[in-house]
């Protein structure tokens, strides 16, 4: 890929990587982790489409997870403990 620093670090500790790319003058989303040797696997390839269901997904976790912490429900976990919680990555 392109860039050197990761997006995002997922809670499982992936470096994710995103990044516009071009085929044929149509514009796509890559979604991309980093796997051991320094090359990437490919997670998500969306359309516009796709990328504003995935925006509305993420909205509604966003408001759900705030609501939650601003009524005192859910404390936020460090990343140690989300991967306690989800485990690492063992997709590689």
């Keep these: 890929m392109a860039q050197n ?3 995002f670090t997922d809670v499982q500790r992936r470096e994710v990587f995103a990044e516009i790319v071009t ?3 149509v514009p ?3 979604i991309d982790k980093q796997v051991p040797g320094g090359s990437s696997k490919r997670l998500l ?3 516009k489409v796709d990328a504003k269901q ?3 997904v ?3 976790y966003l408001k759900q997870v705030y609501s939650l912490e601003l009524s005192g429900l859910n404390a936020s976990l460090s990343p140690e403990d ?7 990555d063992d997709d590689d």
């Design 54 to 56: 995935l925006a509305d």
């Design 58 to 60: 993420l909205d509604h």
């Design 82 to 88: 989300m991967v306690q919680l989800f485990g690492e």
């Design 45 to 47: 390839l969306l359309n």
């Design 28 to 30: 796509v989303l890559s």
């Design 5 to 7: 620093q990761p997006t």
């Design 23 to 25: 085929k044929d003058g």
